[in-house]
């Protein structure tokens, strides 16, 4: 018979390997999906006759009802119970994932996927929130989300080749099929290993109804107009509706839970230093992450003309430091601390776009140099910074932080495709897809380049110099 975690925490990761093997599961669910589909986007493509736009909505639909629904799903897991939550999640992304079988449209396919992008939000959040409640420990905490982060990041890096050589031998559909064994492990070892959520660390306040649908309609045109800026340019309306569009929502949503009884976001909780400066260093990681990952991926394809096997082996620096830097992240934690490994990292992350940004055109020793550094920084906050923000919430309010971090992490992302692909957009003149570049392009492209990377440096290291001075007074 299960005793609660509630009750009774385990001592060890050993004495929670069960649970953390369901709960890497998770992790490693969301970081494959995506990085193993695009490889087949192609092949699908062909096989589905589906048009380029149909093709990003086969990604883009995921991605945009996973980060919209994240913070309704988290506060509902506080209230009905986090593991609930994650187990019908996971049977949700196992039934969505069974259906690809049938799929026989494009259309077809961006509804499954919109089925899985709910699942995702069901289960991601709560993955991090349950993997905190284990242990009582903060050294264990830290060392359970490094050993999950670990999980997932490998997940990321081999998606694009064992995607390859999955095509080489079998359809495209054999790749979303695999998330069907991913949620069985997962649905077993959660319920072997997780008792369910104690009545007494849930709370009971009615579910802020209109506050989840103003969230939502925040989050997701913030999602999409990136896209848009990148795929149609600033020149049109549709971009700039959508950033109204976000802007407008996300007022409404402050104004609803400032007034709201029972909100679905308590605005004080978010503003206690813990919490605000750890999505502040999970944002400006975010920017890093998505803004010089674009950069690099078109300045050695298209720029200095790469293939993309050349180009991936040139993105190797940063795999390496992401997957082999987990045995890191333990031993400088306990050397310097939470709160100082939050700002030290997310200060790696401003430096490495730094470095992009001023010396990034001159060669790829320098581009490899930021990658390094944005890398380690973003080892080290993704863990430590998700830590701090459900250290400075209640006990019952963890899966909302949890989601809180994810949804940060998902705008953080979208904004830093945005000012890249804006700013490329208004100097590179002509189709920046076309084979071979004049001077003048090159040129422009550099500039783009060089500019782009500096504003995400500034708008980085104002988030991490504002995430400082919030948590300064407890060194």
Same mark, same amino acid.
């Given at each position: 018979?299960?005793?609660?975690? *509630? &009750?009774r925490?385990?001592?060890? &990761? $050993?004495?929670?390997?069960?649970?953390?093997?369901?709960?890497?599961?998770?992790?490693?669910?969301?970081?494959?999906?995506?990085?193993?589909?695009?490889?087949? =986007?192609?092949?699908?493509?062909?096989?589905?006759?589906?048009?380029?736009? !149909?093709?990003?909505?086969?990604?883009?639909?995921?991605?945009?009802?996973?980060?919209?629904?994240?913070?309704?799903?988290?506060?509902?897991?506080?209230?009905?119970?986090?593991?609930?939550?994650m187990?019908?999640?996971?049977?949700?992304?196992?039934?969505?994932?069974?259906?690809?079988?049938?799929?026989?449209?494009?259309?077809?396919?961006?509804?499954?996927? !919109?089925?899985?992008?709910?699942?995702?939000?069901?289960?991601?959040?709560?993955?991090?929130?349950?993997?905190?409640?284990?242990f009582?420990?903060?050294?264990?905490?830290? $060392?359970?989300?490094?050993?999950? #982060?670990?999980?997932? %990041?490998?997940? %990321?890096?081999?998606?694009?080749?064992?995607?390859?050589?999955?095509?080489?031998?079998?359809?495209?559909q054999?790749?979303? %099929?695999?998330n069907?064994?991913?949620?069985?492990?997962?649905?077993?070892?959660?319920?072997?290993?997780?008792?369910?959520?104690?009545?007494?660390?849930?709370?009971?306040?009615?579910?802020?109804?209109?506050?989840?649908?103003?969230?939502?309609?925040?989050?997701?045109?913030?999602?999409?107009?990136?896209?848009?800026?990148?795929?149609?340019? #600033?020149?049109?309306?549709? @971009?700039?509706?959508?950033?109204?569009?976000?802007?407008?929502?996300?007022?409404?949503?402050?104004?609803?839970?400032?007034?709201?009884?029972?909100? %679905?976001?308590?605005?004080?909780?978010?503003?206690?230093?813990?919490?605000? #400066?750890?999505?502040?260093?999970?944002?400006?990681?975010?920017?890093?992450?998505a803004g010089?990952?674009?950069?690099v991926?078109?300045?050695?394809?298209?720029?200095?003309?790469?293939? @993309?096997?050349?180009?991936?082996?040139?993105?190797?620096?940063?795999?390496?430091?992401?997957?082999?830097?987990?045995?890191?992240v333990?031993?400088?934690?306990?050397?310097?601390?939470l *709160?100082?490994?939050?700002?030290?990292?997310a200060s790696?992350?401003?430096?490495?776009?730094?470095?992009?940004?001023?010396?990034?055109?001159?060669?790829?020793?320098?581009?490899a140099i930021?990658?390094?550094?944005?890398a380690?920084?973003? $080892?080290?906050v993704?863990?430590?910074?998700?830590?701090?923000v459900?250290?400075?919430? @209640?006990?019952?309010?963890?899966?909302?932080?949890?989601?809180?971090?994810?949804?940060?992490?998902?705008? !953080?992302?979208?904004?830093?495709?945005?000012?890249?692909?804006?700013?490329?957009?208004?100097?590179?003149?002509?189709?920046?897809?076309?084979?071979?570049?004049?001077?003048?392009?090159?040129?422009?492209?550099?500039?783009?380049?060089?500019?782009?990377?500096?504003? =995400?440096?500034?708008?980085?290291?104002t988030?991490?110099?504002?995430?400082? $001075?919030?948590?300064?007074?407890?060194?």
């Amino acid at each position: 018979m299960l005793v609660s975690t *509630e &009750l009774r925490k385990p001592e060890s &990761l $050993r004495a929670a390997w069960v649970a953390l093997a369901g709960l890497s599961s998770v992790f490693l669910f969301e970081m494959l999906d995506n990085s193993i589909l695009n490889v087949a =986007l192609p092949t699908i493509g062909r096989d589905l006759q589906a048009s380029t736009v !149909a093709l990003q909505w086969v990604t883009g639909a995921y991605a945009v009802v996973f980060g919209g629904l994240m913070l309704a799903f988290g506060a509902l897991a506080d209230r009905v119970g986090r593991r609930r939550i994650m187990l019908v999640g996971l049977a949700l992304l196992g039934v969505a994932s069974l259906a690809t079988a049938f799929v026989t449209t494009a259309g077809q396919l961006i509804a499954v996927r !919109a089925v899985m992008g709910v699942a995702a939000a069901m289960t991601t959040p709560g993955s991090a929130a349950l993997a905190f409640r284990l242990f009582e420990d903060d050294g264990l905490r830290v $060392r359970a989300m490094t050993l999950i #982060s670990t999980v997932g %990041l490998v997940g %990321l890096a081999i998606g694009p080749t064992a995607g390859g050589l999955v095509l080489a031998v079998a359809p495209w559909q054999v790749l979303l %099929l695999a998330n069907v064994p991913i949620a069985m492990l997962a649905i077993i070892a959660i319920r072997a290993g997780i008792a369910g959520d104690d009545p007494a660390g849930l709370h009971r306040d009615p579910v802020d109804v209109l506050g989840a649908a103003l969230g939502t309609a925040t989050i997701v045109p913030a999602l999409v107009a990136p896209t848009l800026f990148v795929n149609e340019g #600033s020149g049109i309306w549709a @971009p700039w509706t959508a950033t109204v569009a976000a802007v407008v929502a996300a007022i409404l949503f402050v104004l609803r839970e400032r007034s709201a009884r029972y909100p %679905l976001l308590d605005l004080k909780l978010v503003a206690r230093p813990l919490v605000s #400066s750890g999505l502040a260093y999970k944002a400006a990681a975010g920017l890093a992450t998505a803004g010089v990952g674009y950069l690099v991926t078109l300045q050695l394809q298209l720029d200095w003309g790469w293939s @993309p096997a050349l180009a991936a082996v040139g993105l190797l620096p940063q795999v390496v430091v992401l997957v082999g830097g987990g045995a890191f992240v333990n031993p400088f934690v306990r050397r310097v601390g939470l *709160e100082r490994a939050a700002w030290l990292s997310a200060s790696s992350v401003v430096v490495g776009l730094a470095v992009y940004g001023l010396l990034g055109r001159f060669g790829y020793v320098w581009v490899a140099i930021a990658l390094v550094f944005v890398a380690a920084g973003i $080892r080290v906050v993704g863990v430590v910074a998700g830590v701090n923000v459900l250290r400075g919430l @209640p006990t019952n309010r963890t899966t909302i932080g949890a989601a809180l971090t994810d949804t940060a992490t998902e705008v !953080a992302n979208g904004a830093g495709i945005a000012i890249a692909g804006t700013i490329l957009a208004v100097l590179f003149t002509g189709d920046i897809a076309t084979p071979h570049w004049t001077a003048q392009q090159s040129a422009e492209f550099e500039q783009a380049v060089t500019i782009a990377g500096l504003v =995400l440096t500034v708008v980085a290291a104002t988030l991490v110099g504002w995430a400082f $001075r919030r948590t300064r007074k407890r060194f």
